[in-house]
Each structure stands twice: as structure tokens, then as C-alpha cells.
């Protein structure tokens, strides 16, 4: 009997200094006195969740981005003299200088304002007159100033990938820098009012940059009653400044 009480006092010092391994005492001094208290250190945060959140608040994020676009053009003009042309062109374009200045919320959201954006789109077309079903080329070059309200949602890797996905929608004026007909050059400059712009990618940052793609939509009339819609696809690059954590 002794050497079973023996072997069972063994097991529960063992048991016991295990358990104390396991606690850490932590010392809050106050005025007054002095209490020590006890926690775990074997909790869940040795987890996926570990250093969650990485955002510890709302920050301030600029993000200024590079990139070019490709796709397609679709504009329908309807005259006052009856007449109706239908306009299909090849889309190129360049993102040249495009800041989105927001607020990061934690870990998942950013709500950000695009300003200042310089889109720059060279239109190689051809445009047919639905009457006669003649057909020309036509050449232009187009810049336009979008201000658009970004949406993106995190969802972070560790505190150095954030892969995201966005959604951002407003409205941009246009202007028409010249247009060429079949190698007879017609240089002209024009207002071509505002249009609709949405657009709808994913990304991802690391740490301070910024990678993306997606899809972009322009539509809307034109000054002359044209009907016109723009689909393209588009790829960034670019960098982020503002607090990381």
C-alpha cells in the first residue's frame, strides 16, 4: 500500500507541475498594493488567428497606381438628319496618375475617393453608316478625369499579404484630342460630356505594394445624342502609403 500512495503522490506532483508551467504570474501595481494574478498561456491565439487584428483601428491609405487597359468600343449616333452610324473600335489606354485617398477599417474594409485620375485611350475603329452600310476608319484619342467611390474588402493572409477585392463606381468627363478619317487628318478638340464608370477587380498588397486587375465599364450620350459603351479589362501596379498596422 505504502508504494501505491508513493506512486499516486508521484503522478499528482507531476501533475501539478505541469499545470504551473503552464500559468505565468503578472504583476499589476497599483497606489495602494500590490496583487499578483495568474493567466494561461496555452490559449487559442497560437492559431490562424494569432496576431489578429493587423489593422488595429481606422488608418489612413493612399494608394497611387500605374497600369493600362485593353478591350472593346460600341457607340450607336443617331442624327437629326435620319442618319444612324455605328461606331466598333480596338481599345487601348493608359491608367497615367491615379490616387485613391481613404480610410482602411481593420483587417477588411476600405472606403476610398479617386481623384485626379488621367485615363488616356487610343480608339483604332471602324464605323459604319447604316443607311449606305459604307464604312470608314476613324482614329481618336481621348483623355478623361473619373472621380469614383472605391470599395475594397480584405482579407488578410498574415500582417504582410492582403489579397482584396474591389468595386468602384462614379463618373468622369471626356475629352476628344483629334481623329483621323482614312489618312485625311481632321485635328479637332472637343467636350464630350460626363459618362458612367464602374468598375470591378481583385488585388492584392504586399506590404507597400500594390497589385490589380479587373474589369472596367464607361457608358453613357455623348453631346451629339450618341449612345456609346466602353468594356475593357485593365491591370495595375502600384504603392500604398499610410500606417501598415
Known sequence: MKKTYLALLLILA?????????????????????????????SSSNGFWADRPYIKGARFNAYFDFGFSFGGYNRMVYTTS????????????????????GVRIFDYGFVGVQIGYTDLEMLFSKVTNYNNYSTRRVNMFTQSYPIMIDLRGFFPINKDFHPYIEYAFGWSPEFIFCESYDGNEDWMYDYNGWFNKTRLGIGIDIRRLSLGLGWNRNWGHENNGSVFKRDYFYMKVGIKLGRRE
Open 14 to 42: 507531476m501533475t501539478v507541475t505541469g499545470m504551473a508551467q503552464d500559468v505565468k504570474p503578472v504583476v499589476r501595481a497599483s497606489s495602494n498594493t500590490t496583487t499578483t494574478t495568474y493567466e494561461n498561456t496555452q
Open 82 to 101: 435620319g442618319n444612324s452610324y455605328y461606331t466598333k473600335a480596338t481599345l487601348l489606354g493608359l491608367q497615367v496618375f491615379n490616387p485613391t485617398l
